[in-house]
């Protein structure tokens, strides 16, 4: 069931807390003889649906979710004919915004195209440690104490739904969460890269990926690698049909010690089981903390804090790389001016996007900052209506493209 209540759609501050559904009925009653043939007619009274419906796709989600208070009649468009805003004019990605504590999730979703943020309870999320990932409208949870339980919602219509339990168990060293939704046929696969030590082995790592398709409602497990002087981590993404996942040096010499990223790549339409992906990684394009692969428009793209050479925990600036052809190519490096910006920027950051937008946020800091691929722009987000109460309190974030025409 939909359940887009206004009350979800608070404009901080809001002018429209208590919007009533109206039901505008003929009009009628006394009027002047000269103005006997003249009928006050609503210009929406006269559309037939399909036209209606028409018009309100070319509005931005927040607006269409707003419409349905107008009348009935709009509220029963916006509500049940789902399949309508499958034509919608594209939405840039929002990020929703929240702090990470004990409370239950609640925070505020920023919207690029108008610049305002919304109150927004975020449906399923139980704990701010739980793994996320999302592409085209639908988000996937996994629990980070039982991670085979996993999750996918539309945070929009708040629909959602518990996938059969994810194999590999309720727990492991690292997990990774990744979907990918087809946007003609609404289907999805949810891949999930489980990464254990081996026993009294403190440099073999055994990795399997375990892959879910929504078409028929199950789990399977293609692959698997024994990791030397490597291990996983918590973060994969798929794009054009591959899976691409980061890992990490133990500090064995593999390939250069000055590699301590790599990235593997696993095709998800052939599903090779036979083959050594590390034999096949990547290295990453310069030493790097806090580093994030991202789907932007089928471009797989990576943001992370560029170490200093001597310390390369420490970060001297952000840096956002495409990989073409299996080699990075570097697209833009944060600013200075906007770097210093963030005030207590810790070495620890968030980042994601979605379409050809990039959010990096501070965890200390609820400064928020979005770059444009495309155009190369960077800018500030509207001031966040998040607050900081204390000096250790940490904010985190996700990115989200809202949608209105896709269920799990």
Request: glycine share 6%.
């Amino acid at each position: 069931m939909l359940a887009m209540g206004s009350e979800e759609w608070e404009l901080y501050p809001s002018s429209f807390i208590g919007a009533q559904v109206i039901d505008y009925g003929h009009v009628s009653g006394d009027m002047d003889d000269d103005q006997s043939g003249d009928l006050a007619v609503s210009m929406d009274a006269v559309l037939p649906d399909d036209l209606l419906e028409k018009v309100l796709s070319f509005l931005p989600v927040a607006s269409v979710i707003r419409s349905g208070s107008v009348c009935k009649r709009w509220h029963e468009i916006v509500h049940a004919r789902r399949q309508t805003w499958s034509k919608m004019v594209p939405q840039k990605p929002w990020y929703f915004m929240f702090t990470c504590s004990e409370e239950a999730v609640s925070g505020f979703t920023y919207d690029p195209s108008l610049r305002k943020w919304y109150g927004f309870d975020f449906p399923c999320i139980e704990k701010t440690t739980w793994s996320i990932s999302s592409s085209s409208g639908l988000v996937c949870l996994m629990d980070s104490e039982d991670r085979s339980r996993i999750i996918v919602c539309n945070p929009i219509t708040k629909d959602w739904k518990r996938l059969v339990d994810a194999p590999g168990g309720k727990s492991a060293d690292y997990s990774a969460l990744a979907i990918s939704v087809t946007r003609t046929s609404h289907q999805y696969m949810v891949a999930v890269a489980r990464c254990n030590q081996v026993p009294s082995e403190y440099y073999q790592w055994e990795f399997t990926i375990h892959l879910y398709e929504s078409e028929i409602n199950t789990w399977v497990s293609p692959f698997t690698e024994l990791l030397i002087g490597w291990r996983g981590g918590d973060e994969c993404v798929i794009c054009d049909g591959v899976l691409y996942y980061l890992v990490y040096s133990t500090g064995v010499l593999v390939n250069n010690n000055e590699h301590r990223h790599c990235l593997l790549m696993y095709d998800l339409s052939t599903r090779p089981t036979h083959t050594s992906l590390m034999s096949m990684a990547i290295p990453v394009p310069c030493p790097l903390t806090c580093g994030r692969l991202m789907n932007l428009n089928e471009r797989l793209v990576l943001v992370g804090g560029i170490g200093k050479q001597d310390r390369p925990g420490i970060i001297k600036g952000i840096g956002i790389w495409e990989l073409r052809n299996k080699e990075w190519h570097e697209v833009a490096r944060m600013p200075h001016k906007f770097f210093q910006g963030f005030g207590e920027f810790d070495d620890v950051f968030a980042s994601c996007g979605a379409d050809d937008l990039i959010y990096i946020q501070s965890y200390g800091s609820p400064a928020l900052l979005t770059f444009e691929l495309n155009q190369k722009l960077w800018k500030w987000s509207l001031k966040s209506p998040v607050t900081k109460r204390f000096p250790l309190q940490l904010f985190t974030g996700f990115s989200f493209e809202p949608r209105l025409d896709i269920s799990s």
